[in-house]
C-alpha cells in the first residue's frame, strides 16, 4: 500500500506556477520535494540527498520561483551545475514552470556556446542563472554576469562538481556572492569534500535525505537477457511458454511497443490484454479486474497506468525495454508477493548495459545475467504441450480406435496409422511457420548498435534544423535524442545516424508525420 503524497496544490504556489504543475502533469511531490519545498521556502539552508531521478529539480526551483522578486532585473539565484546537459534540462524545467510567468526571466551559461548570445542574453536582465561554473566564472571575470545582489545559490549535483574538478571555482563563485544568502545544496551522495564545502558555505543547513527504496527481492530470480530488438516478441512467447506462469505482465516504454507486442500475441494465440494511457479510465478498471480474476494470464502494459497493479499469483514479469531505475523497483516488485515466487526478467540490447548497472545500483539489488531460451528448451516444452492438447481432446472426446471420422476411414484403407498422423504432424507445423514469419520487419540483419544512416526528404529549404528531427524523432520514433547520432542537414534532404537497433521504431514511427509542418520520406540511405 502506497501512503498518502503531498499534493503540489497544498503548498500554496502562486497561481501561475501551479497552473504550469497541473498542465506539465505534476500531482503529488515526491519525497524529496515534500521534504525540501517548504523548508527552502523557510529561508534556510539546506543538504538534500536524494536518488536520481527523484524531481530534485522541482525541489529547489519552485521556492526559488515564490522568491524572486519579479520587478527587478538583476540576477537574484544562481544555479551551479556539473554539465551544460544538466544545465539546459534545469532550465527547461524552469520554464516548464514559468510558462504563464513573464517577468520572471532565466537563462542558461555553459561552455561550449558562443560567449555573445549568453551576453546578449544577460543583458536583457535574467533573475535565475543556471550555469556550469567554468562559464559562470568566464562572465564574472568579463564582468557581464554581477552576482552582488543574488539571495539564492543552489549546488545541484554537487558530487558531480567535485569529481569534475570544480572545486576551486565554486569557491571563487560563492565568495562573490553576499553573506546573508540561502544556499541549498543536493547531492545523490555524501562525502568529506562535500561536508566540508557545506561547513564553510552553509549556515546551519538542515539535513534531507531520502533513503532508495528497498527491495524485497528474495523471492524473486532476477534475470537479465542480452538480445536483439527484432528478437523480443519470440523471447517473450519462449518465456511464457517456458515458465508457464498463471499470471505474467510484460513491460514495455511506449504504448507504441504495447500495441504492437499485443497484437503479435493475440495473433499466435496467447490470452493477453494492453493497459496504457490512452484507454479510457473506466477501462482500464474493467481490464485490471478480469487481470486479477485470472480471465486471461498475460497483461501486456505501460509503467504509467501499471502503478497500482496488486495482483495474485503474479509469478512472471518481463521487462520487454529496460525501464528507468524508480520503475524497474515499482515493475519486479509486483511478483513474488505473499510469499508466492517470481521470476523477473529484463531485455537488454546493445549499449542498455551500463543502465543495467545503475539499476543494481539504484534498487540495491542483484541481476544475473541469463541465457536465451535454447532452441531444445523451447521445441520440448512444445512438444509437451501438443502431447498434452492432443491427450485432452482424447480424453475428453473419449476418443478410441473405433474410428468413426470418414476421412481417417478413407485415408487408413491404403496406410498405416503412423503414416497418417506424421502427415497431419507435418500439416500442423507448415501452417504455424507460415504464422511466425509475416511479423518480422523490414529490416533484420542489422547488429543492434552499428549505425545506420537514415534519410529523410526535407533539409534546409524547409527551414528544418536538427533540433526538429531530434524532437520528431524522439515523439514518433520511440528513440532519445542521446541515442541518435549524426545529423546533416544537406539543402533538399537531411541524413542522420540512429543505432541499428532503433531502425524499425523510426521507419515506423516518422511514416505519415510532418516535420516543420512538410510531408517527408524516410528510407534507408543506400551507403556511407
Ligand atoms: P533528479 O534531479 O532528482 O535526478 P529530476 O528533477 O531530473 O530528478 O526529475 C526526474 C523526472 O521526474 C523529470 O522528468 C521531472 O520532470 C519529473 N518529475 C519530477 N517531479 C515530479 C512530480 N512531482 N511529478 C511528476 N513528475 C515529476
Ligand atoms: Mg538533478
Redesign the pocket.
Known sequence: MEEEKLK?EELGLAKNVQRALDE???????S??EQAIPVVLQGRDIIGQ??????????YCLPILEKIVKEEKYAQAIILSPTRELAV??TE?LR?FTKYEDNIKCVAIYGGEQITRQILALKKGVQIIVGTPGRVMDHIRRKTLKLNNISMVVL??ADEMLNMGFEEDINTILSQVPEERQTVL?S?TMNKTILNISKKYLKDPVNIKIKAKELTVEKIDQISLELKSSMKDDTVMNLIDLNNPKKSVVFCNTKRKVDKLIEVLKKSGYNAECLHGDIKQDQRQRIMNRFKKGEFGILVATDVVARGIDVDELELVINYDIPQEEYYVHRIGRTGRNGNCGKAYTFVVGKEKSKLFSIQKYANTKIVSGKLPSMQEISAIKNKQIVQDIQKVIDEKQLNANIKNDILVELLKNNDVNVVAQALFEMLNTKKDNKVNVENNVVNNISDTESVRLFLSVGKKDHVMAKDIVGSMAANGSISGSEIGKISILDKFSFVEVPGCYVNSVLDGMKGKQIKGKKFNIEMANSK
Not at 50 to 59: F, N, V
Open positions: 503540489f506539465a502533469g505534476y500531482v503529488y511531490t515526491t524529496i520535494q536524494s536518488q536520481t531521478g527523484t524531481g530534485k529539480t522541482a525541489a534540462q534545469i524545467e516548464k545541484d549535483e543536493f545523490a
